[in-house]
């Protein structure tokens, strides 16, 4: 599993000046790391759909926010999605917890049916994403970061598993 302090260390070089988000089982140590961190303001919301009008809010002020999220959550926000960071052409990057992912029956259908909407939504909403595991996939972060600007759209980075 990854390490909560690398995916940190990441997002300060990034420089980003706000995690916005829902925590979760899988991402509260980011939370825990990032409350932390002086140049880093943590806001949370009381639905993941808020998260994306708050950060396109911080986006249009001049400040570079990230979302972190559940996957659950992520699918209940799709009109925020749709209506906020893809019309008004918001580069923000998403911190996607993939409940479920390694949760599959001997048949190997997936037990948790949201693991198995998260990778086909995203693909239908044509938004690109990395999947971040271990700390060798740290890199991926970053590549996520490049996406977004390079298109004025979000992209994803997916959590597979408890970040540590």
Request: no cysteine; hydrophobic share 40%; net charge negative.
């Amino acid at each position: 599993m990854a390490s909560a302090e690398k995916i940190v260390d990441e997002l300060k070089k990034q420089k980003i000046t706000h995690a916005v988000g829902v925590p979760d089982n899988g991402s509260a140590r980011i939370y825990e790391l990032l409350r932390t961190e002086p140049e880093i303001e943590v806001i949370t919301v009381t639905r993941e759909g808020e998260a994306f009008a708050v950060a396109s809010g911080l986006y249009v002020g001049g400040k570079k926010p990230v979302i972190i999220i559940q996957n659950t959550g992520f699918l209940e926000s799709g009109d925020a999605i749709r209506g906020t960071v893809i019309n008004m052409r918001v580069p923000v990057v998403v911190f996607i917890g993939y409940r479920g992912y390694h949760n599959r029956d001997a048949n190997g259908q997936w037990v948790d049916s949201v693991a198995s909407f998260l990778e086909p939504t995203l693909k239908a909403w044509d938004l690109p994403y990395e999947m971040l595991e271990t700390d060798s996939d740290i890199p991926r972060i970053s590549s996520a970061f490049e996406k977004a600007e390079a298109t004025s759209l979000p992209a994803a980075v997916l959590l597979i598993g408890h970040a540590t």
